[in-house]
T-cell receptor, first 120, second 112 residues
């Protein structure tokens, strides 16, 4: 199946610093990528939808200035947690939607392995 | 709004036991239904899916049937293995959108 890779898989940072997480579709072009946040023992919460070449669409309650999303190419989307605080510590997961021309199942969602952020 | 409700875990079973993880949903329209599995330290992987009523999704011995009348998509496996230990998420995607709504996940632990 199609592969989505996230980097880094885990990161520890000091409060007040910014952290960037990359999400790459390795063998297909992803016109749309999604960013989720997963709290312990809770479901995945959709944070934003990222379309290549346009501004991300954020879900209600998600701070745009806090969680900057850039989808610069058909294979890369980045999530930057700005001025991170301990409450931002979480597991962040990206997913990418396969397109009809890319060989991946059309419309099927492929998930990255997740990035665990710990803010001290 | 759309929602997915899963049975709370953790579920602990002995190897070769029968597994059922309940999932019910609320949605407008005609959603597609999914089961995803998350192994320790990994991302979610699609386990199986069903796109319309009465469809049965199956993979790796797991099955789930899309029941519109009971708005359910229960996951079953006749004989679980230790390697099935993971967190299982039920999800829906409504027609006309690529947004997925996930349940809270059910942790399965299979003992040898």
């Amino acid at each position: 199946g199609a592969v989505v890779s996230q980097h880094p898989s885990w990161v520890i940072c000091k409060s007040g610093t910014s952290v960037k997480i990359e999400c790459r579709s390795l063998d297909f072009q992803a016109t749309t990528m999604f960013w989720y946040r997963q709290f312990p023992k809770q479901s995945l919460m959709l944070m934003a939808t990222s379309n290549e070449g346009s501004k991300a669409t954020y879900e209600q309650g998600v701070e745009k200035d806090k969680f900057l999303i850039n989808h610069a190419s058909l294979t890369l989307s980045t999530l930057t947690v700005t001025s991170a605080h301990p409450e931002d510590s979480s597991f962040y997961i990206c997913s990418a939607r396969g397109g009809a021309l890319a060989g991946a199942g059309f419309g099927e969602l492929f998930f990255g392995e997740g990035s665990r952020l710990t803010v001290l | 709004g759309d929602s997915v409700t899963q049975m709370e875990g953790p579920v602990t079973l002995s190897e070769e036991a029968f597994l059922t993880i309940n999932c019910t949903y609320t949605a407008t329209g005609y959603p597609s239904l999914f089961w995803y599995v998350q192994y320790p330290g990994e991302g979610l992987q699609l386990l199986l899916k069903a796109t319309k009523a009465d469809d049965k999704g199956s993979n790796k011995g797991f099955e789930a049937t899309y029941r519109k009348e009971t708005t359910s998509f229960h996951l079953e496996k006749g004989s679980v293995q230790v390697s099935d230990s993971a967190v299982y998420f039920c999800a829906l995607r409504n027609s006309g959108t690529y947004k997925y709504i996930f349940g809270t996940g059910t942790r399965l632990k299979v003992l040898a």
